[in-house]
Structures are given as structure tokens and as C-alpha cells.
């Protein structure tokens, strides 16, 4: 089987976006930052900030908001 036969597995792997912001389209499994946290998208967004309870985003750390820094 040739490499041009096989089906594409799509992305597997996060990719860091930097900050978030409201006019860029953010598609599934990249990372963006806001606030103290850090989010991965669940599907294509643009215009939804991130949330702890979202259907676009899922927080994948966050800084407790009474931690020393």
C-alpha cells in the first residue's frame, strides 16, 4: 500500500495558539491561554472565549484563583 493510498488521521496533537483572542479561528486541539488558564478547543471557534463549562473549549490547567503568584 503507497503513502498516497492511506487515510488521513487528521491532527493528533495539540498546537499552541498563544493568547487567546476573539478574532482569530481557533480549530480542534489547539491551546490558547486566558486569564490564568490554559484551554484546548473541542471543535472550530471564533468569537467564544474561553469558559470553564463551554461547548467550544476545555480547560486543561488552571491557577486556583486565591494561589500566591
Not at 8 to 28: E, P, S, V
Not at 36 to 56: D, F, L, Q, R
Amino acid at each position: 500500500m503507497g503513502v498516497n493510498s492511506m487515510n488521513d488521521a487528521g491532527r493528533i496533537g495539540f498546537l499552541i495558539k498563544g493568547n487567546y483572542n476573539h478574532t482569530t479561528t481557533y480549530d480542534f486541539l489547539d491551546v490558547v491561554y486566558f486569564g490564568h488558564s490554559s484551554y484546548v478547543a473541542k471543535k472550530i471557534t471564533i468569537g467564544n472565549e474561553p469558559a470553564e463549562t463551554s461547548e467550544y473549549w476545555q480547560v486543561l490547567a488552571s491557577t486556583p484563583s486565591n494561589a500566591v503568584t
